[in-house]
Every structure is written in C-alpha cells, then in structure tokens.
C-alpha cells in the first residue's frame, strides 16, 4: 500500500473561492486545520448520555429506595404491578382523575394483563402520560382506543395453525419457534401472543401454555425427530421467568441434539427489568452455563431482547448488558414499530445508536401485527420504508436492522420492501414467501384512521373489502413472471 504525503490541498485543509493556495491564509488561521466534516458538539451525542439519577424517587411510593434496594431483582419482583387498583393507587397525586378514569375503562377493554416493574413504572413521565412512549406501549387507556380494521384476528400469524405440538410453531425449513410457557415479566399492549401470553381478560380466554414437563417433552422428541431443525427460539412468554433450572435443562437438552446448531432465547426482560441481570446470579450463571457449552460445542447460543424506545436504556441497562458482555453473551434486538412510540426518524434512529452503544445488535424492526384491540398503535406500511430509508447510513450496517412484516396468515417475516404490490390509497399490501409457501399471497393492511375518508368508507362496505383485496392480488400476479 502507498502512502500519499498530506499536502497543502489535502482533505484537511478547505479552500474557499476566496482564498487561493499561493496566498497566505489570514491571519489566525495559519495553524487550523479545517475538517471537511466539522466534529459535532459532543453534547448533542444522545445516545452515549444514559440516565444515571435516581428517577425512581419522582415516584412518591419510592422516595426513599435507596439504589441498592432499587437494583435488587427479589425487590422489583416484589414490588411487581399486577393489578390495575392498585396502579391507580401508586398513581395517586401524579395524574388526573380524569387520566384514572380513563385507565380504568382502558382495562376493561384490553386483551392483555398489567404487570409492570418499579423500574418500569418510573420511568414513565407521569406530568405527560398521555404522550409517554412507555405508557403507550403497557398502559391502554380508553378515550384513545379506535376500532379494529375489518380484516384483523387474535393469532394473527397462524402460529398455532403451526404447531405440530402446542406451543412449538414449525414454519420455516430448518428453525422452529419453542413456547416453554405462557407468562411475561412485562405485559404488552401490543402483544402478538395475546391470544396465549398472560392471565385471561374480560376480552380474550387465553389457550393454555403452562410450564408442563410433558408438553415439553412432547416438543423435545419432535425436534430431535426433524433432521432440518437447526435453529430454536425459546420464546414464551419470555425465558425471564423461567426458573434458573429449566433454563439450563431446555439449553443441555437442545444442545445434545446433532441437529440443532443454534439457539436464541427470548426475552423482554432487559428492557423492563435489568435489574434481574445484575443480581440474580443463580438464572445469569445458568444461561451462561448454556453459552460455555455451546461454545464448547461450537454451536450458537444468543439472547434476543425486545426494546422499543431509546427512554427503556438507562445506565442500570448497561451496567446489565455489561455484564452479558463481559461473559461472552452476545444480544440481538426485536422492536416492534409503534405509532407514537417510535415511529419517527429521530426515535428510531436514537434508539439504534444507543443499542448499538450498550453491545446490542438492532436485527428486525417488525410492522405491527394485525392484532386486535390496539389498533392506535398501527402505522401505515409507507412508515417503515421511510424510517428504512433515512436510518440506513447513520452507522455500521450490522447496527442496521431490517424493517420485516411478519406475513398475516403464516408466511413468516418478509422485507417490507418486497412487497408485490402496495396500494397505498386503500392501505393494502401483497407478499409472497416463496422458502414458506410457494404461490401464496399474504396481505397485511394498514390501519384504517390513517387513509383518506374516502378509503376509509370503502373498507366498511363487504363489496369494496372484496373488490380491492382481489384487485390487489390480481396486480401482485401481474407482477409475479411466470
Ligand atoms: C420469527 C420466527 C422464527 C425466527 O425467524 P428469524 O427470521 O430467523 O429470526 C422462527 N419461527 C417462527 C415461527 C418465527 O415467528
Ligand atoms: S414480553 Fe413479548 S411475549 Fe410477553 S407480552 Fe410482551 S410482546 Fe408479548
């Protein structure tokens, strides 16, 4: 490799129409060397600055919770919300009576279950919980609740259409999808598994997915029979709230099968309660027994995590995700887009900048599932490909996650850029997924409050639902060669 002598016309140095090489520089100028690029101001680098005060003591129930206590994981389980009074009660004096109401009806009428974390609980800006990302995305509250589209279903994906054993979901060729059980440190609004996740609602009975030894069993003997199984998600639920035990017998008993080559377990749990990472030693040395196996192995074992907002990364997170580091175990994200959550080029790229600054590798940003009940939290298709578009660039490609649609009706994650064909009047779009099912269209609709009035008064009306959805489909065929 040469090496070219800086010289005076250099990169380093900018020359403007008004200075020319042979004159000398004006004075004061002679020693400065101009960038091209200027460096930024480094208080403007806000992923780096993560949030190290003690928030929790804005929060009246825990003013005096010291930080030792406030990290302990026995202290945030204990003190663990699973009931909307008593939420209401810990809100008292932070929020409207209003704001109460609201969340009382919101209940009422949700698919999903409250459990939310102290952690989690104070690091909601009360002073605007309407507009909190937070808040949003674990706490419904009626007056902003809108109707479904036409066209939506609890299980949206098929997952138990899937399932040769319950709770284990074989789409793909060589990875499968293992639910070992059915409950969450966290519960979602926006869950894709509320039909399954969580405590039955006044809306929705749940199917039963309990932490049973045969179930699992069952799971383990047809995974060890299907040669092509590689790959195992041990979701859930979510991996948190198995016991440090069973975590390591579903790690040795996957790892001692030749076929699987890879296992990823699944949880939301950084994201709610890192406090876990840092003290429950006994659940982090069995997942790090699992990862010193594979390795020992050569087989891959990961953890993937579920962050939606650069506000759910705090300085105890990187203290947590430091420790996974430091043992060697390496974390992916999922984050589901969500309208006013992340749904911004600012948000989302913040949020990517400050994974990628605690060791976490963005991997897939999901359009939202057609899941019933949540219809607020919906963008339109046209949102991901425009976030798609201004956050790739703005650091490492690895860092870049893909913007998928998890295909409605079982065709697994697509690229939301492949679309066939995307009517974005009537908020239609066509995938194909030839690996999952060959000759199959899978439509994924966007929400209807954000079309035109038009568009929206066509979709209540069954001739025009059928009349654009087999134009749509026709116009994805067209586009298809033969
Ligand atoms: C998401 C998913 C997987 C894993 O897919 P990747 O694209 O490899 O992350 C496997 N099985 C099911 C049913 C899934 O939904
Ligand atoms: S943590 Fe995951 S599985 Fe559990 S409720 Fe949230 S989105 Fe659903």
Not at 198 to 206: A, M, S
Not at 381 to 391: P, Y
Not at 393 to 419: I, L, M
């Amino acid at each position: 490799m040469s090496t070219t002598p800086v010289s005076a016309a250099s990169p380093f140095r900018v020359l403007t129409s008004a200075s020319s090489p042979s004159a000398p520089p004006p004075s004061g100028e002679t020693e400065e060397i101009h960038a091209l690029k200027p460096p930024v101001d480094p208080t403007t680098l806000h992923h780096a600055q993560l949030r190290r005060d003690e928030f929790w003591r804005n929060i009246p129930a825990y003013a005096d919770v010291t930080y030792e206590q406030f990290i302990d994981h026995a202290w945030q389980s204990k003190h663990t919300i699973t009931r909307p009074e008593k939420l209401i009660e810990t809100l008292q004096g932070l929020v409207s009576a209003e704001f109460v109401a609201d969340v009382n009806a919101g209940f009422h009428r949700a698919p999903m279950s409250l459990r939310i974390s102290p952690y989690l609980l104070s690091l909601i800006d009360w002073r605007d919980a309407y507009a909190d990302p937070l808040r949003i995305q674990f706490i419904p509250v009626a007056s902003r609740l809108l109707p479904d589209h036409p066209k939506l279903g609890l299980d949206s994906l098929h997952e138990q259409a899937d399932a040769p054993v319950p709770g284990l979901t074989h789409r793909y060729p060589d990875k499968a999808l293992f639910l070992p059980l059915d409950t969450c440190p966290v519960y979602c609004r926006f869950c894709t598994r509320s039909y399954a996740v969580g405590v039955d609602t006044d809306e929705v009975e749940k199917v039963q997915l309990k932490a049973k030894p045969e179930r699992w069993q069952r799971a383990f003997r047809y995974i060890a029979s299907r040669p092509e199984l590689e790959d195992i998600v041990v979701s859930g639920g979510d991996t948190y709230n198995l016991r440090a035990q069973q975590l390591q017998e579903i790690g040795e008993t996957l790892l001692a099968m030749p076929n699987i080559r890879r296992i990823r377990f699944a949880t939301k749990g950084p994201a709610v309660m890192p406090q876990k990472i840092l003290t429950d030693d006994a659940w982090v040395d069995a997942l790090t027994r699992v990862v010193e196996l594979g390795r020992k192995l050569h087989k891959e074992v990961v953890l993937h995590t579920h962050f939606n907002h650069p506000n759910e990364i705090t300085g105890i997170t990187q203290d947590a995700l430091d420790r996974l580091h430091e043992r060697g175990i390496f974390v992916r994200n999922q984050s589901v887009l969500q309208r006013g959550v992340n749904d911004t080029v600012d948000t989302m790229r913040l949020l990517i900048k400050r994974l990628g600054h605690v060791n976490v590798h963005p991997y897939y940003v999901y359009v939202h599932d057609l899941v019933q009940g949540v219809e607020d939290l919906r963008t339109t298709l046209d949102t991901a490909l425009t976030l798609e578009k201004h956050i790739r660039g703005s650091t490492a490609g690895f860092n870049t996650p893909t913007f998928v649609v998890d295909a409605p009706g079982g065709g697994g994650k697509r690229d939301a850029h492949s679309f066939e064909h995307y009517d974005r009047d009537n908020g239609i779009s066509v995938f194909t997924s030839p690996a999952v099912k060959e000759g199959q269209f899978y439509l994924y609709y966007d929400p209807l409050q954000l079309l035109s009035p038009e568009a929206q008064a066509r979709w209540t009306d069954p001739k025009e639902q059928y009349r654009i959805i087999t134009n749509a489909i026709e116009r994805a065929k067209g586009k298809i060669r033969p």
